[in-house]
Every structure is written in structure tokens, then in C-alpha cells.
């Protein structure tokens, strides 16, 4: 009998937090202009420590300008994207359950499609141009996380069924709400779109939109890690949960608001990218078991390993062009979804 | 009153209610609506009984009968229409979650795990009202699991898989994470219904020993009639949402009243040590 310590998760964090910077030194090593890998390795450890305080000039612009902030917002994204997935699975008491299971991502491609319509008539200055559509997103995503809260109550309180249900039908209606929306874009616009719903993180994020998802991110994700303990015990139902002294209300409502935000803001800023919320759980609970303890900060690690990954492909790959970093996820993550799903079933 | 004197329904019992008393039940009645504007389509009478440390209470009496209903309203899932539910002088469902399950553990049927937990895993589950809502097991709480466990008998499948041991073995690692809870009330609902009969003598010859060991005071929803005249010390019948009787397996267990509750030919033995025998009588059609 060895439960979990805090000790453990902070060395098994240690060790995802390296593996997490090697993937990064590696991801920025790739791309037009060459980069030597052990050189960049000791200047980001150098600057990490405080040991210098910049990247060598010979590529330090392409670095600092292009391809970190890029990486950075696949980290964040990733991180949110696989938090809420695996807040998802256990509000719901479901592991098919994934960030978009309630609609937040349509309501999202919704208000940022509906923005990227309104955009162009508006004459807006620059800087506020620059976060339309990330904002248009965000209120999408905002009222259909109210919109599926209303509808999925019962008796005044969250129902996981009944939630689950409604957040399925408004993400029907949203997506039929989309469809609409690009027959009435110009053909100009349509490859944006569709970039978008696929998942893009190759378009640059004005500071603002980076602190407010980062900030998003840490304030979500406490949140949700201050119920770890309590959401092992809604693994095994409601009832049993209550029984063990969880305020049952109380945690689904802030595990399905705080999960939500975290699913509307990635999406927001890199539209809906697929199977990282679903898989990176499931794969981290085969490493580190059932407790969410462990696997909230791990599925944090893990969805920005995975995307920061997905999107080095997905710019490198048929380079000079470019794929949707979720075209990437889904390639990969649909077979090795199934191999986990039968693996599990044997 | 004595203890084991018969309680007619809608009496007054609370003369029973004294500060050996851990749990009272006064007068408690409950009406459920699926929607509040519709009238009731179930109601729990005026239902009292008290249950002292060291007690086992079998709540008894034919589906639908508002047992299990009994046993939310105790357990502070639900709140009384009328009357209160004492332990210890204090109302249950007025109690913190938190605090409510530091005193009260309930032992359900089994339910299925979203995701495969070991056993130790499990029991530790019921070290969680003891701290704050974010925290890690001490050395005191597995000690205090570890022990869980020795006292069930099922110390020897600490490290196995839930979904891998028996009907019997799980139902023991569920009372031993109610164990691990320290509660003074211990609630059970229907805790034998898929074992076989060894497994339930077992697991109720285990329950009773704790009982007198650690002074659990213990309410039982069950439908064996024979095994709660067995281990029971006190009975309360119910019918259709009324508290029938309340007292001794002996002197509730009356050939009639079984008959009227249960719709069916009964033959009510008295055995040498003074428990009930029920038995079904063949239909001669």
C-alpha cells in the first residue's frame, strides 16, 4: 500500500517538464532556417538559469519571434485542451467524453466564423482586428457553456446525463449552424475557415491574447486540480461521492465551468484541434494510473507534448507548405485511439 | 419503553431517546415528486426508532415500502417533510458533507468503477472526509485502511484489482472503506443481494462482530427476513410508506402481520436461542 505523495507528483511533473523542453528545443531546431540544436539546448538552459540573457543572434529573431511565441501557444493549448478532456471524463463519468463533448467548440467556430463574416464590413483598427475572431470565439463559447448549463440541469443542479445529452444536441445545432455560415462565406474566406475548424496554430497572437490565455490556463486549471480528490470519488458515481463527504453540486459546477473556459479559450485562439483531449488522458492513465492527483498536471505535460509535436509535423512535414496541426492529431490520434479501445476491450 | 416493545405506527417513541441514543428517527416523514408542482407519487409516514451504539436495526418490508427511502433521509441525502433525524443532537441533513461522512459511512450494492482501482486504493477512498478537499494520504490513514481491512478479513487482497475479486470479497472491501471512514453510524443498503448464502452469513457474522467490537451503532435495508431476525437486534417493518412495527426480530416477526405485509403464506418458528425462523408455506394448488 503506497498512496500517492506529493513528492511523487512533483518528481513524475520533473520529469514530464523535461521531456517537455527537450520536445521544445527540438521543435525549434526544425523549420526554414537552421538552427544547431546543441547550440540553442545551452543558450535556452543558459537564459532558464539566468545564466545569459538572450538567445545567440544568429537566429534569435526566428526564435524569439516566430517560432517560440508559436510553441508556446501549442503548449497552452495543448495543456487546456487535455486538462479539460480529462475534467470531461470524470464530470461526465465517461471516457469517451473529450473538451468537445458539450458543444463549447462549435459554439466557438460559430461566434469566430460569425466574425471573420462581420470582420471585413467593420473597418477596424489593426490591433482590435487582430483578436476579432479569438474574440468572437470566446463569446461563442461563453454562451454555449451558459446555454448547456441551463438546458442541462435538473431539479436546479447539474445532471451529468442530462448535461451530456444537451451539450451534444447544441453541439448538433451549432455544427449545422457552421455548415450555414461557410455557404455564405466568399470562397476567399472558406480556406480560413476550414484551417480554422481543423486547428491552426500558424497565425500570430497579439501579447494580450497570449497573457489572457496563459492566465486562463493557471486560474482553470487550479481550480480543477483543487477537486482532484474529489473527482476519484465521482469516478464511482454520485451517490458514492456524496456518501465520502464531496459536495457534489459544488464540484461539477466548478469542474464544468473552469473545464469548459479552459476548452473555449484554446479554442478560441487555435480553433478546434481533435483527439488530443480524448487520447492524451487515456494514454496518461496507462503511465500513471486512475488518480486524478497525478493525472490532471500529467495530462497538462502530456497535451503540450502532444500538440507542440503534432504542430512541428504539421509545419515541416510538406514544408514550404503548411497542414492543419489538427489534420496531425486526427491522422495519428484516430489509430491510436482504436488500438487503445481495443486494448482496453481485451 | 423498554427496548423491544412493539411501536405502533404514528406513535410516539421518543421516550426511548436517551444519551445512550446515537441515532434517533422522530417522526420523519417524506413525500417524493419527480416535479414539484405534481402531487406526491410516493409518501414515508410519521416513521420513528432509535438505534444505540453497539445496535443493528434491519429496516425490513416489500419493494416500494420506503426502506431505502429510511435510509437516504439518515444518510442526509434527503430532507425530512416533517420530524427530525438526530445523531448526536445533531440533524443529518443540516450536517456538512464533509462533516456528515466523518460520522455516517453508507455501504451500497456495489457499483461499477469508470476506471480499475487496486483495493488499497479503494479503502483509502474513505480516509477523504478527513482532511481538506485537495490532499494526500498520511502514514496514519493507511494505517487506519491497512486496519480496515484486517478487521473485514480481506487484508490479503490489498494489491488486487477490484473488478477482479468476488461478489463476497468486494462487498468486504466496501465495508472496509466504510470502516476506514471511522464512522460512528454505519448505513447499509441491501448489502447482500447478489451473494450467495455463505458469503452472506459471512459477511453479516463479520458485520455483527464489528458491531459489539467497535460499537458501531447500524441501520440494515435488506429483504432476508431469516438473516435479520438472526443478526438484527431490533427490527422496523414497513408497508407501502408506513412504519409498521418496531422492536425484536421475536416481536415483530408475528405469523399475520408477515403475511398481510409480505402477500404471502408464512410459518413464523421461534428457535431455541429465541430468534425467528420464517418459512414459506407450500402452495397445495
Redesign the interface.
Given at each position: 500500500?503506497q498512496?500517492?505523495?506529493?513528492s511523487k507528483v512533483a518528481v513524475r511533473c520533473g520529469i514530464l517538464a523535461l521531456i517537455l523542453f527537450v520536445v521544445v528545443v527540438i521543435a525549434l531546431k526544425f523549420g526554414a532556417v537552421p538552427v544547431s540544436l546543441y547550440g540553442l539546448a545551452k543558450d535556452l538552459i543558459g537564459v532558464l538559469i539566468g545564466r545569459s540573457s538572450d538567445i545567440s543572434s544568429e537566429y534569435g529573431m526566428i526564435i524569439r519571434e516566430i517560432r517560440l511565441p508559436r510553441i508556446a501557444l501549442g503548449i497552452f493549448v495543448g495543456a487546456s485542451l487535455s486538462v479539460a478532456g480529462t475534467s470531461f471524463?470524470?464530470l461526465l463519468?465517461?471516457?469517451l467524453a473529450d473538451p468537445y463533448v458539450l458543444g463549447v467548440s462549435y459554439g466557438a467556430a460559430v461566434g469566430s466564423v460569425l466574425a471573420l463574416i462581420i470582420e471585413p464590413h467593420l473597418a477596424l483598427r489593426p490591433e482590435i482586428a487582430a483578436v476579432f475572431t479569438p474574440l468572437g470565439g470566446f463569446i461563442g463559447a461563453t454562451l454555449t457553456i451558459a446555454a448547456v448549463y441551463l438546458l442541462g440541469r435538473y431539479h436546479g443542479d447539474i445532471d451529468s446525463k442530462t448535461l451530456l445529452l444537451s451539450g451534444v444536441i447544441v453541439g448538433s445545432f451549432f455544427s449545422a449552424m457552421i455548415l450555414l455560415l461557410i455557404t455564405m462565406l466568399p470562397s476567399s474566406s472558406t480556406r480560413g475557415v476550414v484551417y480554422w475548424l481543423m486547428g491552426d496554430l500558424s497565425t500570430p497572437m497579439p501579447p494580450v491574447l497570449g497573457w489572457v490565455l496563459r492566465t486562463g490556463f493557471f486560474a482553470g486549471f487550479a481550480l480543477i486540480?483543487?477537486?482532484?480528490?474529489?473527482l476519484?470519488?465521482l469516478?464511482?458515481?454520485e451517490?458514492?461521492a456524496?456518501?465520502?463527504?464531496?459536495?457534489?453540486k459544488k464540484v461539477q459546477l466548478v469542474v464544468y465551468l473552469a473545464a469548459s473556459a479552459l476548452t473555449g479559450l484554446a479554442v478560441s485562439v487555435s480553433g478546434s484541434i481533435g483527439y488530443v483531449g480524448l487520447i492524451v488522458p487515456h494514454v496518461m492513465?496507462m503511465i500513471f494510473g486512475?488518480?486524478y492527483?497525478m493525472l490532471l498536471p500529467a495530462s497538462a505535460f502530456g497535451g503540450a507534448i502532444a500538440v507542440v509535436i503534432a504542430d512541428t509535423m504539421a509545419r515541416t512535414v510538406a514544408a514550404p507548405s503548411e497542414l492543419g496541426v489538427g489534420a496531425v492529431t486526427a491522422i495519428v490520434g484516430a489509430p491510436l485511439f482504436i488500438y487503445l479501445l481495443r486494448r482496453r476491450l481485451a | 419503553m423498554a427496548r423491544g416493545t412493539v411501536v405502533e405506527r404514528g406513535t410516539q417513541d421518543g421516550s426511548r431517546t436517551n444519551a445512550d441514543t446515537r441515532l434517533s428517527v422522530e417522526q420523519v416523514s417524506y413525500a417524493y415528486s419527480p416535479n414539484p408542482s405534481q402531487a406526491p407519487i410516493f409518501t414515508l409516514e410519521a416513521t420513528s426508532f432509535q438505534v444505540k451504539p453497539g445496535e443493528i436495526v434491519a429496516v425490513l418490508g416489500p419493494n416500494a415500502s420506503g426502506k431505502s427511502t429510511v435510509l437516504k433521509l439518515i444518510a442526509g441525502a434527503l430532507q425530512p417533510l416533517s420530524g427530525r433525524i438526530l445523531m448526536n443532537g445533531a440533524e443529518t441533513h443540516l450536517m456538512e458533507p464533509r462533516a456528515r461522512a466523518q460520522r455516517i459511512a453508507m455501504v451500497q450494492q456495489e457499483s461499477p468503477l469508470l476506471f480499475p482501482a487496486k483495493v488499497w486504493e479503494f479503502v483509502l477512498q474513505g480516509r477523504h472526509p478527513h482532511g481538506k478537499s485537495l490532499r494526500f494520504e498520511n502514514d496514519g490513514d493507511v494505517a487506519i485502511a491497512k486496519n480496515a481491512l484486517l478487521q473485514v478479513g480481506a487484508d490479503h487482497l490489498t494489491d488486487r484489482w477490484m473488478d477482479e475479486i468476488s461478489g463476497g470479497e468486494k462487498q468486504r472491501v466496501i465495508l472496509a472503506r466504510a470502516l476506514a471512514q471511522q464512522p460512528a453510524l454505519l448505513l447499509l443498503d441491501e448489502p447482500t443481494l447478489h451473494l450467495d448464502i455463505g458469503a452472506q452469513v459471512d459477511f453479516l457474522h463479520t458485520l455483527k462482530k464489528l458491531t459489539n467490537v467497535n460499537k458501531y451503532a447500524v441501520v440494515i435495508v435488506t429483504h432476508e427476513l431469516n438473516l435479520a431476525g438472526e443478526y438484527a437486534d431490533q427490527v422496523v417493518l414497513m408497508q407501502k410508506g408506513k412504519c409498521l412495527r418496531v422492536g425484536t426480530p421475536a416481536s415483530v416477526y408475528q405469523r399475520d402481520l408477515l403475511e398481510q405485509v409480505f402477500q404471502t403464506q408464512l410459518t413464523v418458528e421461534q428457535r431455541v436461542n429465541g430468534r425467528p425462523k420464517v418459512s414459506v408455506v407450500e402452495s397445495s394448488e
Open positions: 500500500m498512496p500517492l505523495t506529493l471524463q470524470a463519468r465517461n471516457p486540480y483543487l477537486t482532484a480528490s474529489d476519484n470519488l469516478l464511482a458515481g451517490k458514492e456524496m456518501h465520502l463527504g464531496v459536495d457534489v492513465r486512475t488518480d492527483r | -
